[in-house]
T-cell receptor, first 112, second 115 residues
Framework: GENVEQHPSTLSVQEGDSAVIKCTYS??????FPWYKQELGKRPQLIID?????GEKKDQRIAVTLNKTAKHFSLHITETQPEDSAVYFC???????????FGTGTQLKVEL | DVKVTQSSRYLVKRTGEKVFLECVQDMDHENMFWYRQDPGLGLRLIYFSYDVKMKEKGDIPEGYSVSREKKERFSLILESASTNQTSMYLC??????????????FGEGSRLTVL
């Protein structure tokens, strides 16, 4: 099955700085890589995803990059704001494509 | 707007009790999932279902079972609750086509404490 590793487990940045969270996956057949954000006490919600036919995708201040050769993908948040403080999860489906395996999460804290 | 509703936000049960966690979605999704969330371990898949009366084991199915009698409802059952099943349980649903085709919509979660 798929194995997803996520780093760092905690990340603290100053408001306005950039934040980068990295994930690696094991199954080379994985072709879809979503990122979920979970604010304190709330449900996880999809914020961005990327498919294996592209190397980068942007949506305003967030972007995701994918390196299929190295089997890793990253979430980039620029100009961080206090409302970006949350736990972020990466995920990958594995070759079977029938279930998502999540990373262990990154607690991002944006300090004023 | 997709709505995934979990019947109980907080439950406290005793060791050995049978526990039912209910989840209902209102978007006619074929796929439904049960995850548990523990600090430092992320979201781990317990069971999932692609259709009525169909179920498949996830990564940590031991000690759990599920039921899907109707398309909109997916129940998680702890036959004999144990303290190591104290956790946050999250239900999710998605459109058909497998987990690699789109967004998971999560419920608010059910925090279970087993004493």
């Amino acid at each position: 099955g798929e194995n997803v590793e996520q780093h760092p487990s905690t990340l603290s940045v100053q408001e306005g700085d950039s934040a980068v969270i990295k994930c690696t996956y094991s199954d080379s057949a994985s072709n879809y890589f979503p990122w979920y954000k979970q604010e304190l006490g709330k449900r996880p919600q999809l914020i961005i995803d990327i498919r294996s036919n592209v190397g980068e995708k942007k949506d305003q201040r967030i972007a995701v990059t994918l390196n299929k050769t190295a089997k890793h993908f990253s979430l980039h948040i620029t100009e961080t704001q206090p409302e970006d403080s949350a736990v972020y999860f990466c995920a990958a489906p594995g070759g079977g494509g029938n279930k998502l395996t999540f990373g262990t999460g990154t607690q991002l804290k944006v300090e004023l | 707007d997709v709505k995934v509703t979990q019947s109980s936000r907080y439950l406290v049960k005793r060791t050995g009790e049978k526990v039912f966690l209910e989840c209902v979605q209102d978007m006619d999704h074929e796929n439904m999932f049960w995850y548990r969330q523990d600090p430092g371990l992320g979201l781990r898949l317990i069971y999932f279902s692609y259709d009525v009366k169909m179920k498949e084991k996830g990564d940590i199915p031991e000690g759990y079972s599920v039921s899907r009698e109707k398309k909109e409802r997916f129940s998680l059952i702890l036959e004999s609750a144990s303290t190591n099943q104290t956790s946050m349980y999250l239900c999710a649903s998605s459109f058909p086509g497998g987990a690699n085709t789109g967004e998971l919509f999560f419920g608010e979660g059910s925090r279970l404490t087993v004493l």
